[in-house]
């Protein structure tokens, strides 16, 4: 059995960059056991694999080296991007192209963004933001990252770190100064006992320069699934921006974070938050570069 497989770099528009998905397009033989084996066999952060459903409605299934996951942003980003300029979405000129993702999680809507023909970026609808708790222990967190608890925060500004989840689950970590959070080196073992203790994904550390700042630096860890660091993150990112209109540290509804500087994998994502009828809607998205394309034969 043959199947396309294709290597796509997500946040980024530059080889090299951002954060290298794995995508399978079409696996409809494929079974759990397989897909697993083959993300270890690519052994990026995450493998999406992808199953048409209709003309604009696929099926999409995450698996990083070691276990399934119900969502993972950046790889949507990736596929998404991949179907597009592989023809499995029709685009258009310019315009948005509404698409639909079913993941474990549910379905969720993707808009591809064409200009002069070509996709520009991707976005990802998030899953509904929930506010799971306040992080208790500190100094254990502290000491699993390498840092004091004294670097924690936003500027002189008490805010703690809390467990959100836009589809999966991760602390957000406020930092407050960037140098703290270049200097953040991980104990793998601490942090996946945490993870594994909190049930969540792992950590996304930000540091923000100022108050109501659309800027923003981070670093996300998530050694209990296998990712040591990952070079752009999309649900973080979505659950980032949360936590920031959350706690008052954001007064727009647009926000860039800069990931991926200490891998010397630059990304660029940008996230978007809207709210309606009480809810909010959160989008997370960027550009894309298809790097390697194959067949691979089972």
Known sequence: MDINIYQVDAF??????????????????????????????????ETAFVTPFS???????????????????????????????MGYIEGIDNGVMIA??????????????????????VFMEQDKPRAIGT????ESLAQALGISVEDIGVGENTVYPEIISTGVP???????????????????????????????????????????SETVYTRNFAPYVGIDEEAATGTSNGALIYYLKK?????????????GEQMNRPSKIYCKIEEKDGDYIIKVGGRAKIVMSGILSL
Do not use: W
Not at 14 to 24: T, W
Not at 100 to 121: F, M
Not at 247 to 259: A, D, F, R, T, W
């Open 12 to 45: 980024t528009d530059k080889i090299f960059g951002g954060n290298p998905a794995g995508i399978v397009i079409s696996p409809r033989n494929l079974t759990e056991e397989m897909m697993q084996n083959i993300a270890e066999e690519m052994n990026l952060s």
């Open 55 to 85: 003309r604009d409605s696929f099926l999409v299934r995450f698996f990083t080296p070691v276990c399934e996951i119900d969502l993972c942003g950046h790889a949507t980003i990736a596929a998404f991007y991949a179907l597009g300029q």
């Open 100 to 121: 639909y993702q079913e993941t474990n999680i549910g379905q969720l809507a993707v808009e591809l963004i064409y200009r002069h023909g070509q996709i520009d970026k």
């Open 135 to 138: 992080l208790n222990d500190i």
């Open 170 to 212: 991760d602390i957000i970590l406020p930092i407050k100064s960037k140098g703290a959070l270049d200097n953040i080196r991980i104990d793998k073992e601490k942090l996946s006992q945490i993870s594994k203790d909190l049930n969540i994904i792992g950590v996304h550390a930000f540091y923000q320069p100022e108050i109501n």
């Open 247 to 259: 706690n008052n540290l954001l007064e727009g509804n647009e926000l860039i974070s800069y990931q």
